[in-house]
């Protein structure tokens, strides 16, 4: 394998296997065909032929071309085998169902997973208690709790626990939720974000007002104006980037099994809606392997890329027979539906070796025709499956149970992910994102990274105006803004996410979303110089763009990660491999 610097310190602190003494007892290499043998084992069950599906799946990973979720590198194997990533957990109005909850809700932190839960159903602050005579404490208080049980669980000894709050638009307590975060050190292992739905941006666009209303009874309780909550959610995330949106009857015009239920929640980044107590297997496919060069200019390898996302939907369709669920009723309704849901890595770096400007016309265009494939390709694979090995379970009565329509494997099979850690085992871009910066330090676990764009390096080499005095401002800029000696076409390549409007951002979004079966993580980024009003826009176009939901970031609101701008370095050779 060829891996980074980079790569091998994540690899080291969170993935490979280890003794007792907390050595690594495994190679990269070992840890590829650990997993490449633990999922080719549900070949087994369909009569097919483990050992050759092993090493497809072996090349397909050490090669780099495609990753699934880290609880499948990390826990393939293992005696928990707990391979899935994305997990929404009921929240029903009672001590039993909250503190059941949280209890599952452990057994899957402590496993790698991340969890999403919709707190809507419960009774709103200051509400009657009849078997007690007592009044509620509202559905934040209760996040407290399960953020503060999330603090002392270290997800599968490697990963920090993460959750998605997320409470409805009409519920009587939505500005205390929405202003849940506005406190520093509050609801750290939450993201949270508003369920908005089409009645509230209706009232939003004509400047009326909307019901809230009580879980408990059903009933409204009191009117609402549709602006002043809007402004609350605007002003809230412009100061600390919480809450999001999600778009919830948007998700549900979507949800392939109306008949098992309405969604309420995703997991942590929203990408993945699902029901309560359902599970969701990620990977993505690294784009910047497919660009090949060829008569002057390079273009997508649409063949390999196409059987590759082929063997990966095959690849995820069978982590979901492999995998030993913590929550019976999680395995049964994971099994009842088979969602998968894979993505794309490298994306930004794969416009870049096609010489194509992210925030350009070409760019958005590309995008769509790009992620259309993708998805051509997967719901084939998945209609091939279903040939092979029959149709998810709860097929009947779902959105795919059409007159002549083929029968479908998985409910669901696109999603575009964040792709944190994979994507820097690939050594790419993550997710659909533009570069954050040409160089930047981080820290992974408590590892410091540094990273360096390897594409600005090696155009710099080849266009004859690389120096190590150039490398330098670059490192201390973080951007090619204002930096002499680059020309204007490689500047424009190598724009980073905050030198991209806020639209622009968002079009990206959307482009991909139209062709993915689930929803797109996305962070639409903002300088530090936006206004509230920006980030008004910028809610308002997501909705009308049809996306799923959204996040925005303004810069330097507050301290997200530990991405921090590089100053010197006296060694080049330090950042590039």
């Not at 060829?2 to 003494?21: C, G, I, M, S, W």
């Not at 929240?91 to 991340?114: C, E, H, P």
């Not at 029901?275 to 063949?303: F, H, Q, T």
């Not at 710099?460 to 000696?485: C, I, N, P, T």
Request: glycine fraction near 10%.
């Amino acid at each position: 394998m060829e891996l980074t610097r980079n790569a091998q310190k994540v690899l080291r602190a969170r993935y490979l296997l280890r003794d007792e003494h907390g050595a690594a007892i495994e190679t990269p290499e070992e840890l590829m065909r650990r997993v490449a043998h633990s999922v080719a084992r549900a070949e087994t069950n369909y009569g097919g032929d483990a050992a050759l599906w092993e090493d497809r799946y072996y090349g397909l990973l050490a090669g780099l071309r495609f990753l699934p979720n880290s609880p499948a590198l990390m826990n393939a194997g293992k005696p928990m085998g707990q391979l899935a990533a994305c997990f929404v957990l009921p929240v029903d109005d009672s001590m039993d169902s909250i503190f059941g909850t949280l209890k599952n809700a452990a057994k899957i932190l402590q496993s790698g997973g991340g969890t999403g839960f919709s707190f809507s159903h419960l009774r709103p602050k200051s509400d009657i208690v009849r078997s007690t005579m007592g009044i509620a404490s509202g559905p934040v208080s209760f996040m407290r709790i399960y953020n503060t049980a999330t603090d002392v669980i270290k997800q599968g000894g490697a990963r920090r626990g993460a959750n998605m709050g997320i409470l409805r638009v009409d519920h009587p307590d939505v500005l205390r939720f929405i202003r849940a975060k506005r406190a520093a050190g509050e609801l750290t292992n939450f993201n949270i974000s508003i369920a908005v739905t089409d009645a509230f941006m209706d009232a939003l666009g004509r400047g009326g007002k909307y019901w809230l209303v009580n879980p408990r009874t059903g009933g409204p309780v009191k009117e609402a104006d549709a602006g002043e909550v809007f402004d609350e959610i605007v002003s809230c995330a412009w100061e600390t980037g919480d809450p999001g949106l999600i778009f919830i009857d948007v998700i549900n015009r979507d949800n392939p099994t109306p008949k098992l239920g309405r969604i309420e929640s995703t997991n942590p980044c929203g990408e993945q809606p699902l029901l309560p107590n359902e599970a969701c297997v990620l990977g993505s496919v690294n784009l910047s392997k497919y660009a090949i060069a060829g008569g002057g200019e390079a273009r997508l390898d649409r063949d390999a890329l196409g059987a590759d996302v082929r063997m990966a939907v095959r690849f995820l369709d069978g982590v979901i027979d492999v995998n030993q669920y913590p929550v019976p009723e999680i395995e049964a309704m994971h099994r009842g539906n088979r969602k998968i849901g894979l993505g794309v890595m490298g994306f930004a770096d794969l416009l870049i070796l096609l010489g194509v400007r992210y925030d350009s016309p070409q760019g958005f265009t590309f995008a769509g025709e790009l992620m259309r494939f993708i998805q051509e390709e997967s719901h084939a694979a998945s209609v091939a499956l279903a040939a092979e090995r029959g149709a998810f379970p709860n097929f009947k009565g779902s959105v795919w149970d059409k007159p002549g329509a083929p029968p479908m494997r998985n409910a669901t099979v696109t999603t575009i992910a964040p792709t944190g850690s994979i994507s820097i085992i690939a050594d790419c871009s993550s997710g659909i994102e533009p570069i954050f910066k040409i160089a930047f330090k981080r820290l992974v676990l408590d590892t410091e990274l540094f990273d360096v764009n390897k594409h600005f390096i090696r155009m710099a080499r080849e266009r004859g105006f690389y120096s190590d005095e150039l490398m330098q401002e670059v490192m201390r800029k973080g951007s090619l803004k204002g930096v002499k000696g680059v020309p204007p076409d490689i500047k424009e390549l190598f724009r980073t996410a905050h030198e991209i409007a806020p639209r622009d951002h968002i079009e990206m979004q959307a482009a991909f979303q139209k062709y993915t079966d689930n929803a797109v993580s996305k962070t639409i980024n903002l300088p530090r110089r936006a206004t509230k009003e920006d980030v008004a826009k910028a809610y308002l176009l997501a909705y009308d763009k049809g996306c799923k939901g959204i996040t925005v970031f303004r810069y330097g609101t507050k301290k997200r990660g530990t991405l921090v701008r590089l100053t010197e370095v006296t060694n080049l050779a330090d950042l590039v491999d």
